[in-house]
């Protein structure tokens, strides 16, 4: 793949990234996935920007944004890597106009998928498993990039319909009995498709339903709080842009009401008691029933903070940090070598980079972030790169070789510590 950018731009990142490490080996694996994610994973078309996860030949919606997030930090230097950064977020808006229940699609319209299930598929939908969070990532990434540059020429009509869309499932979904959207994947693990098509029952809350979490796994109660503490998010993102560039005040009192329901509906559903504190729980069904346990992918209630939707100090996220990163967390494992949250997505005892990266990001003890890069850094069993999940006992045993996702969130704790912006 040949992307055209300023390489004496990532060079002098680089640099500087090298000089400010207190570990050799931080930005060894920096320098590396850095590279590698614009070198590998990166399609530029005469259109727009086209990003595969790494070693499939797809993209995710979620995926993508977090892949090319840390490049705003040098968008300022190159033009460039802004522009690719807008081809990209172009291209995700196309997407969502396509089919705003999807959360992978191919490059052209070419009829790949990875299954034959049974939903509403065409010949751009790579996957079509519903998850909140798809519909949240694309927004974050054009309201930063506005912020960050002032670039606004993705904010386009096409823009616009697409958060006509967003918010059209995101209404449709608050009340999922009257939804279109169903899916089925027969032959394969449970996780992998909804009961009946649907879902479990739930109860209205104000807050959108999710069919499936960011790792692509069915939701056990379909009310997902960290989706929903996004979309709170991304909402009032929403309300800025139509604001500023739409002077649209249907639509803006629509994404207001919005978001407000929803935050109404974690405030009074997703927060729960645990050992006499209050928590987050991770799903609930407005039926009375909740879920106490976090994933590594993000949206996390472990990412909270880094969502924007709380400050890291914040007394309930506080108390669910404690709780999430326990033996109370069923995805959470300790062994010889790491500690830290795993996902139902892959074996017992295997832990997340992605989620050792969010840990890092939301606290504010530089020597926890340090030790979190040290212990990233171990993981990487001479490949200089982040895996998926790495066995807590035997770093020589990971998933997924090569995971561009995970490789750029070290990237961003790394910048981060370093307070490089």
Same mark, same amino acid.
């Given at each position: ?52 996860? +790494? ?72 996957? &079509? ?39 059209? @499932?995101?209404?449709?979904?608050? &009340? ?6 169903? #899916?089925?994947?027969? +032959? ?43 979309? @709170? ?31 109404? +509906? ?17 799903? @609930? ?7 106490l346990m976090d994933d590594a992918n993000v949206p996390s209630l472990l990412s909270a903070p880094y969502l924007g ?90 998933? &997924?070789?090569? #995971? ?18």
């Open positions: 793949m040949t992307v055209d950018y300023s390489k004496a731009v990532i060079e002098a990142l680089k640099e500087k990234v090298k000089e400010r490490s207190v570990n050799p080996r931080w930005s060894d694996v920096f320098s590396t996935c850095f590279d590698n994610t614009l070198e590998t994973t990166v399609v530029q078309t005469v259109e727009d920007t086209f990003v595969i996860t +790494g070693d499939i030949p797809a993209m995710w919606l979620r995926d993508s944004s977090a892949q090319i997030k840390p490049y705003l930090v040098v968008a300022n230097q190159d033009e460039k890597i802004k522009q690719l950064i807008k081809g990209l977020i172009d291209r995700q808006i196309k997407c969502i106009l396509i089919d705003p229940y999807a959360n992978a699609f191919n490059e052209t319209e070419n009829g790949h998928c990875y299954h034959q299930d049974n939903t509403d598929m065409n010949g751009w939908i790579w996957e &079509r498993k519903y998850e909140v969070d798809s519909l949240c990532y694309p927004i974050e990434l054009a309201y930063l990039l506005w912020k960050k540059t002032g670039e606004t020429g993705h904010f386009t009509k096409h823009f616009k319909q697409a958060i006509e869309n967003i918010l059209t @499932v995101f209404e449709t979904e608050q &009340r999922h009995e009257n939804s279109p959207y169903r #899916f089925e994947r027969l +032959g394969e693990r449970p996780e992998d498709t909804l009961t009946d098509g649907i879902g479990e029952p739930c109860g209205y809350t104000g807050m959108t339903w999710s069919g499936f979490r960011p790792s692509d796994d069915s939701c056990t109660y379909n009310y997902l709080i960290p989706a929903n503490m996004f979309a @709170v998010v991304i909402l009032g993102y929403i309300e800025e842009i139509l604001l500023e560039f739409f002077n649209d005040q249907t639509l803006i009192k629509q994404a207001k009401q919005l978001r407000q329901e929803i935050k109404q +509906g974690i405030e009074k559903w997703g927060i729960v008691e645990h050992e006499g504190k209050k928590v987050y729980a991770y799903e @609930v069904d407005g039926l009375g029933n909740y879920l939707y709380c400050s890291i100090d914040h007394e309930i996220y506080q108390n669910t940090r404690e709780m999430i990163l326990s033996k109370v967390n069923p995805y959470y494992y300790e062994g010889t070598t790491l500690k830290g949250i795993g996902s139902e997505h892959t074996p017992k005892d295997y832990v997340w980079p992605i989620a050792l990266s969010i840990q890092g990001l939301t606290t504010n003890n530089q020597a926890e972030k340090e030790a979190l890069l040290d212990r990233l850094v171990q993981t990487e069993n001479g490949t200089n790169h982040m895996h998926e999940g790495v066995n807590v006992n035997d770093p020589s045993q990971y998933t &997924r070789e090569w #995971f561009s996702w995970a490789n750029m969130m070290f990237c961003e704790l790394l910048l981060d510590s370093l307070k490089i912006s």
